[in-house]
């Protein structure tokens, strides 16, 4: 089982996970969008109403059932030093990702974020997770990546799954924001607003096991995989 403590934010837990979700932090996560740049460019989202909604269903559908699950399951696998398992996880994520651009994007900022955290806080579950990347055929997805992290750091799983969720709408809502654009004010009430919708995302991830992970939100799928052809992109999912 891990036994790392992570001294740098003074032994805080909690604010190393809200490093890691920082958009400073150089995952790349800011230049995902995760298909909805082909809705921006087709005007299906172009004000912050449909913008607040159309999150909310890709957290709720799209996050909670798919990638949390997955942050919690490798958080628990990684108490265990479950690598096998973690493995078989990463391509159950892997196969659940039914656009190209989409799964690419999970890879590059899995890589990223593994990277930056053995660098950073020199834990022994990203050196063990490393050496399972060194597999050519195994590229980590940031799900996955992000469960192990947040275990080394010695976090709660809820702590865990919250911040991932509150991460990944943060950003994405950052992303619409430059694109379509809105103001600053609205990007932050889309995520003032769904502060509720986050915790009961997380129970829902929490609750679930690899047999039940899905991807619910078919209309994103489709639009993540017409992006590769737009004639002008600025993302790059």
């Given at each position: 089982m891990t036994g790392a403590a992570n001294l740098s934010n003074g032994g805080n837990n909690l604010l190393s996970l809200l490093q890691i979700t920082n958009s400073a932090f150089p995952t790349g996560a800011f230049t995902?969008?995760?298909?909805?740049?082909?809705?921006?460019?087709?005007?299906?989202?172009?004000?912050?109403?449909?913008?607040?909604?159309r999150c909310r269903q890709w957290l709720r559908?799209?996050?909670?059932t798919g990638d949390g699950v997955a942050v919690a399951i490798a958080f628990r696998k990684t108490l265990y030093d479950d690598m096998r398992g973690l493995a078989a996880l990463n391509d159950l994520v892997d196969a659940l990702k039914l656009s190209r651009e989409t799964r690419e994007a999970s890879k590059q900022t899995g890589a990223a974020l593994l990277s930056a955290c053995h660098d950073v806080f020199?834990?022994?579950?990203?050196?063990?997770?490393?050496?399972?990347?060194?597999?050519?055929?195994?590229?980590?997805?940031?799900?996955?990546v992000y469960g192990v992290v947040a275990?080394?750091?010695?976090?709660?799983?809820g702590e865990a799954v919250e911040t991932f969720l509150w991460g990944g709408l943060s950003n994405l809502a950052s992303v619409i924001g430059r694109l379509v654009p809105l103001g600053q004010v609205d990007v932050q009430r889309i995520v003032a607003t769904s502060a509720p919708l986050i915790e009961a995302c997380a129970?829902?991830?929490?609750?679930?096991?690899?047999?039940?992970?899905?991807?619910?939100?078919a209309s994103l799928d489709a639009a993540s995989m017409r992006h590769e052809r737009l004639p002008t992109r600025l993302c790059i999912s």
């Amino acid at each position: 089982m891990t036994g790392a403590a992570n001294l740098s934010n003074g032994g805080n837990n909690l604010l190393s996970l809200l490093q890691i979700t920082n958009s400073a932090f150089p995952t790349g996560a800011f230049t995902h969008s995760y298909g909805f740049e082909t809705w921006i460019d087709g005007r299906v989202v172009d004000d912050a109403a449909e913008a607040r909604k159309r999150c909310r269903q890709w957290l709720r559908f799209g996050v909670a059932t798919g990638d949390g699950v997955a942050v919690a399951i490798a958080f628990r696998k990684t108490l265990y030093d479950d690598m096998r398992g973690l493995a078989a996880l990463n391509d159950l994520v892997d196969a659940l990702k039914l656009s190209r651009e989409t799964r690419e994007a999970s890879k590059q900022t899995g890589a990223a974020l593994l990277s930056a955290c053995h660098d950073v806080f020199d834990l022994p579950e990203t050196d063990r997770l490393s050496c399972l990347a060194d597999d050519e055929s195994v590229r980590l997805h940031h799900a996955v990546v992000y469960g192990v992290v947040a275990a080394g750091l010695g976090s709660t799983e809820g702590e865990a799954v919250e911040t991932f969720l509150w991460g990944g709408l943060s950003n994405l809502a950052s992303v619409i924001g430059r694109l379509v654009p809105l103001g600053q004010v609205d990007v932050q009430r889309i995520v003032a607003t769904s502060a509720p919708l986050i915790e009961a995302c997380a129970e829902i991830a929490r609750s679930r096991d690899e047999a039940d992970m899905c991807s619910l939100f078919a209309s994103l799928d489709a639009a993540s995989m017409r992006h590769e052809r737009l004639p002008t992109r600025l993302c790059i999912s």
